[in-house]
């Protein structure tokens, strides 16, 4: 868990549409001299052109007398490879307006036209291309940008800048682009609809008209080389407060904003039997409707709906196996949920996208509620119906960033039959509402900001379900202030959490993973299983160097209380601790005579337990590196301290953990080239146990065509672990902890191909076979878990202590009398998985799409330990599959 302390602040992002690079030609870029040390200046500035009564036709040749007559935005500047340098290419970039829409025109100018790299990509698609890109701050809150982008293709990248230099590649606006290839080099041409941009209402100035903020980049691939019109370097402290102006803006009205989206989706589903299964149907028909609904709410705040949405079309989770008492993170891939979701991104330990206030896969989850031990069969949803959803979303002309979401997801059942075969039906997930709301107000042209955020959790609970909490409650504040020429930043946080419930809610919150209210050692902690609220706090201050120069810094601190608890809408892991951090890196990233950049950055970190104990301390350091040839890799060393680990015995005293070594690296070839290959590893070693884990992950990435993209990705990793936790029983009064010694194997195939027949109508599969295979020896149980040596801490079972019953999978654990003083499961695992998508996505018209997808997947566990790839492969392939055939249609109705 606290291995996410650490900050890596590897420098501003400077790319808004990044590249996996692949080669047509090669040119050779000399690098022995070095530009000059970037200095910002001040903002540029371009004038925009009303095409006044003219009609621009966008198919990319720019032929309209219009443009000639446009001022221009010229003389780029290289933020790699020589920052600071000039481009060595010409770009000429004019910008021209109307009532309904923005319009930018390119000339880039290419001394090899032949050698331009134009491969065709789906929507949002990250390939090797040359590409340009458009920036634009309407809101001119120098913080937030709406970026569109094109290759010599004519695929679209867009995206939004937040927070200066966050993006969120999932926000997708209706617009048109369209690019081509002539003698001189290439030439692009964008309409962005007025309707697709964020400006607030207020008179125009006096002479000049309203002002935005603006940015232009290319990308010429084959020499990796990126520039911008108004410079933007990796010392940089921002992106979007670094755009130059856009002036001349006159009569611009927000026009009224109105999207519908509705959609129809219909699919089949074939899956396997269970021997007497009542509920089993050969194949499973199914079909709904639904819509979202996008409405301006004056000029600057938006309200998106969604009615009975269906996300059919989104890519299956990755396999895992998880032997953590903790929960596995998976990403959010709802459009729904995804787009906008910048705006209530609140993360609570720094550094880690994954811990967060609000984790919007909590609506819609798989159910909750547990069916009876006398179930046979069972009929159980899936995932929670989300009856509706909306969200207001904008930022007004004083400053104020507004973000609101409320969901609405249906009580749902499960029936199943019993030995007897009757049929019973059993509440498993309850009526719930789930709000976010989020507020931020900007001070200083946005150098200074203050920000609340508050989640509420509200559950109709029946019988069924008491021990889900009732209520659940979530909020803060956050600030944020940049000084020293916007090169500094102290940034903090305080958080507040209360939950509502019956007792046994309430309970086993306190029994959860990362509180453990009952450690029998723990003297600061209260257990008390009467209690029916529990609230805690959290909080975080931070100073860093994010800016000027060559080096960075950064250090603060971090506490939760014990009754600290956002997993209702949000994601945590642990709570009870405060944390101390620190990190400094040297970043150069102009190029050398051997380097095209380089770096390199000390972490170091310490936390304890709200009763003193150290349970967590360490340090690394690590780097990374760029040649001349684009070859390329990273490495680090790391070295965690012994603690005391309060929750390896999940709710048992805290043990002794021994000091650990770890070590990562990775090198990659030239990702210009058709053929490209990544080689990705870790390695750790554990004192006094001979525990460690190894991990490979190559990939190789091929590129046969322009339209097409393949990439396959292995994975093997090797854990030895001599002290596994297994179980803990009572034997009497006394609690016994059963530790065993685990070796075991992963290995994973992820297969990714990308077939774009035109910039609107693609071919994706993902497909990726995982197995895992566990094997438990040498149990032993909790003697003394605070002992010096290793050897002391644990008792192994002896000769004739340890019994075994095939036809139960169970250990029995013998008292010295031969009875039997407990028993457990037996932890043996050979679990394999196989899970696939094939989506055909076709554009048919602006925002308007039709996915097919198919998609399979296969189960099988076996109680064997051994791993065999082979007769586990067969084993995988053997099983039946579940297939699914979906069609979605939406079409779009704007405005």
């Given at each position: ?454 989640t509420v959790v509200h559950r109709d609970l029946g019988e069924d379900l008491r021990s889900l909490r009732s209520a659940a409650y979530a909020g803060g504040i956050d600030v944020r202030h940049r000084f020293g020429g ?252 059963v530790f065993g010694r685990l070796e075991q194997t992963t290995v994973s195939l992820t297969t990714r191909l990308n077939y774009t027949l035109t910039p609107n109508l693609s071919l994706q599969l993902y497909a990726q ?127």
């Open positions: 868990m606290t291995a996410g302390l650490l900050i890596p602040l590897a420098g501003v992002l400077l790319s808004v549409g990044t590249q996996t690079q692949q080669m047509v030609r090669v040119d050779t870029v000399a690098t022995a001299t070095r530009g000059p040390e970037p200095q910002a200046s001040g903002p540029r500035v371009l004038e925009a052109t009303r095409a006044a009564g003219a009609r621009l036709t966008i198919d990319g040749r720019l032929d309209e007398a219009l443009w000639a007559q446009a001022p221009v935005a010229s003389d780029f500047i290289q933020i790699q490879p020589q920052a600071g340098s000039p481009a060595t290419e010409r770009t000429e970039v004019r910008v021209l307006y109307d009532d309904e829409a923005l319009y930018v025109g390119a000339r880039l100018y290419d001394s090899a036209p032949d050698s331009i790299v134009a491969r065709l990509a789906r929507r949002d698609d990250d390939v090797y291309s040359d590409w340009f890109h458009v920036g634009i701050d309407s809101y001119y809150d120098r913080r937030t940008a709406f970026v569109f982008g094109v290759n010599p293709r004519g695929a679209r990248q867009d995206l939004i800048l937040f927070n200066d230099s966050q993006d969120d590649l999932s926000w997708d606006a209706v617009w048109d682009a369209a690019a081509a290839i002539d003698s001189l080099g290439w030439t692009a041409e964008l309409r962005i609809p007025l309707s697709q941009l964020r400006f607030s209402h207020g008179s125009d100035e006096p002479r000049g008209g309203r002002i935005w903020g603006i940015n232009f980049k290319r990308d010429i691939a084959r020499r990796g080389e990126e520039s911008l019109w108004a410079p933007v370097f990796p010392n940089s402290p921002g992106l979007v407060s670094l755009f130059g102006d856009l002036r001349g803006l006159q009569g611009l009205t927000p026009p009224r904003r109105l999207e519908i989206l509705p959609y129809s989706v219909a699919s089949a589903t074939r899956a396997p039997a269970a021997d007497g299964d009542p509920f089993y149907k050969p194949t499973d028909l199914a079909g709904t409707l639904g819509a979202d609904v996008k409405y301006g709410l004056g000029s600057s705040l938006t309200v998106t709906s969604t009615f009975n949405p269906d996300f059919g079309q989104v890519e299956a989770d990755p396999s895992v196996v998880n032997l953590t008492a903790f929960e596995t993170f998976f990403g959010e891939r709802r459009p729904f949920f995804v787009e906008g979701s910048e705006i209530f991104r609140f993360s609570v330990e720094p550094g880690d996208q994954e811990e967060l206030l609000f984790y919007s896969r909590r609506i819609g989850r798989s159910p909750q509620g547990e069916l009876p031990d006398e179930a046979e069969h069972a009929e159980v949803p899936e995932a929670s119906t989300i009856l509706g959803a909306a969200k207001l979303s904008g930022k007004t002309a004083n400053g104020w960033s507004i973000g609101a979401l409320n969901a609405l997801t249906a009580p749902e059942h499960a029936r199943y039959v019993d030995q007897r075969g009757t049929e019973h039906r059993v509440q498993v997930e309850p009526l719930t509402n789930y709000a976010v709301a989020r507020i931020m107000k900007d001070f200083r042209q946005g150098h200074s900001g203050l920000g609340a955020i508050v916007g090169n500094y930043e102290l940034q903090g946080w305080l958080l507040g959490s209360h939950l509502r419930g019956n007792a046994d809610a309430i309970e086993r919150v306190q029994r959860a993973a990362g509180h453990y209210f009952q450690r029998p050692d723990a003297d600061h902690l209260t257990f008390d299983p009467t209690r029916t609220s529990l609230s805690g706090y959290a909080a975080n201050l931070m100073l860093s160097k994010m800016g000027g120069g060559h080096w960075r810094w950064a250090a603060g601190g971090l506490a939760r209380s014990p009754g600290f608890e956002v997993n209702d809408l949000g994601f945590q892991q642990a709570a009870d601790f405060g944390a101390q951090f620190a990190f400094v890196g040297y970043d150069e990233f102009r190029a050398g005579t051997l380097f095209r950049r380089w770096n390199v950055n000390l972490n170091q970190w310490n936390v304890w337990s709200f009763g003193g104990e150290r349970v967590e301390g360490g340090g690394n350091v690590n780097g990374g590196f760029e040649l001349v040839n684009f070859w390329g890799g990273y490495a680090g060393v790391g070295r965690q301290l012994e603690a005391l680990s309060p929750w390896a015995l999940r709710g048992g005293p805290a043990i002794v953990q021994p000091p650990r070594t770890q070590g990562w690296f990775g090198l990659y070839t030239d990702r210009r080239r058709p053929v490209s290959a990544e080689l990705n590893g870790n390695v750790s070693f554990e004192d006094e146990t001979g525990g460690g884990q190894l991990a490979l992950r190559p990939e190789l990435t091929l590129r046969p065509s322009t339209r097409a993209q393949l990439s396959v990705h292995p994975s093997v990793s090797w854990n030895r672990n001599p002290w596994q936790y297994v179980a803990d029983r009572e034997d009497g009064i006394q609690p016994r902890y076979p995982f197995i895992s295979a566990g094997d438990y020896t040498r149990f032993r149980e909790i003697r003394n878990p605070r002992a010096t040596r290793f050897a002391d801490r644990f008792r192994e079972y002896g000769a004739g202590e340890l019994g075994y019953d095939p036809s139960g999978e169970r250990y029995q654990v013998r008292r010295p009398d031969g009875s039997t003083a407990f028993t457990f499961k037996d932890p043996d695992f050979n679990f394999k998985q196989f899970r696939s998508n094939l989506v055909l996505r076709w554009e048919y018209r602006p925002g308007s799409t039709l996915f097919v997808v198919w998609s399979q997947g296969r189960t099988a566990f076996d109680r064997d330990g051994s791993f065999d790839f082979d007769r586990d492969v067969d084993r995988l392939f053997g099983s039946a599959s579940a297939n699914v055939l979906l069609v979605k249609l939406n079409y779009w109705i704007g405005s």
